[in-house]
C-alpha cells in the first residue's frame, strides 16, 4: 500500500482543532455566567418540558439557539399572561444586556425541550448548549449541564413574575 | 411571601366599608378584594364569582369512569383547565394545589382537585394519569373528545386554542382555577398570580 491514507491525519487535526475550540470556548465562557440551569423532570410518555436557568452576560449578546441531544427539536419560548389566559410563544432568540441577569424562569422565557429521547427523572443531567451572538455576531457555542427536578419543583412566586399587558 | 401585584384587576380599586371580620393580614391585599358585591361580601384574593351560572362537564377519569362535576358533590372543587406538555403554568398551578392543601390541614381532605385536560390528542389516560400522580396522588384527571372538551371549556368560560410553534404545537389557555363549594355552586376563580396563601384564605373564607 503505497497510498498514504490522511484520514488518521484528518482525525488527529480534527482532535486537536476540537481540544483548541474547546479551550477557546473555555475561555469564552467567562463572559457568560449561568446560574442554576435546572430541567423540570417528565413522566412516562410526555414529549416535551422546559429548561430554566439565568444568564449574565458580561458583554452585550443575544441567546440565538439552544441545542440538545435530549430532544429532536430545542426552541426558546416565551410566556405571557394575558386577561388570566396563559400564551407561549417561540421567540427567534433572547438579548443579553451586558452585566444584566436575564431570567429563564417560570413564567417568562423558557427553553422547550419537545419530542424529548426519553423521559427525564429527577437528578438526571442534561446537556444543552447554548448558541451566543455577541455584538459583532460573532456566535459561540456554551455547554450547560441542567440538573432534573421533580415534576412539582417549586418555581418562584408567580406573583413576582413581570406580565405583559 | 405576599409580593405585591403588578396590576390590579379592573375595577378592583374600590373601596368598600370596612368589613368587620376582616380576614386580610396586608391592608394593600384589600386592592384585590372585587366590585360588584354587597358590604357584607367576603374580601376575595381572587375573583368572586358568586351568582355566576356553574359550568359542568361530561368527561372520563384516568380510569375510564364517566365524570360530571354533580359527581363531585359533597366536596369542595378546585378545577383547573390545562396540558401535561405545559412547560410551566399548569406545574406551578398543580403544585401551588398542593401547598394549598398543605395550609389548608385536616379540612383539605375533603377537597377534590381536577384537573381538565385542553389537549386530549396527546394527553392520552395513560399520561394524564402518570402526570397528576406525579404531583399528587388524590389529584384527578379528566379528559373526553374534542367536543366534550370544547363543551366542557365553554361551559367554564375558559378559553384554549391550539397555536403552532416551530416544531409541533402548543395550548394557549385560561390560567384560572375554579372554586365550587360541597353544594357545587360555582364561587370563585383563583388568579395564577395568587400565592397558595391567598388561595387557601379565600378557600376559608368561602369553603
Redesign the interface.
Known sequence: MKKISIKPLAAAFAVCALALFNQAAVAQDATLKIDEPWV?AT????????VFMRLTSSAAGRLVAVESDAA??V?V?E?A?QD???????VPGIDLPAGQAVELK??GY?V?L??LARQITPGDHIALTLVVEDAKQQQRRVPVDAIAR??????A???????K? | MHSPFLHAPAGAAHDHAPDPRRRLLLSSLALLALTGCGPDAPKLHGMDLSGMPTGDFQLQDTSGQERRLADYRGHPVMLFFGFTQCPDICPTALTRAIEIKGLLGADADKLRILFITVDPERDTPEILRAYTQAFDPGFIGLRGTAEQTRAAAQSFKVFYQKVPTGSSYTMDHTALTYLIDAKGTLRAALRHQQTAEECAQDLRTLL
Do not use: C, F, Y
Open positions: 423540570r413522566v412516562p410518555n410526555q414529549h416535551a418540558t422546559g429532536k427539536h426552541e419560548h410566556m399572561m388570566n389566559v396563559m400564551k407561549m410563544r417561540q417560570p413564567g423558557h422547550m419537545i419530542d421533580p415534576l412539582n419543583a417549586s418555581a412566586p408567580a406573583a413576582d413574575h413581570a406580565h399587558k
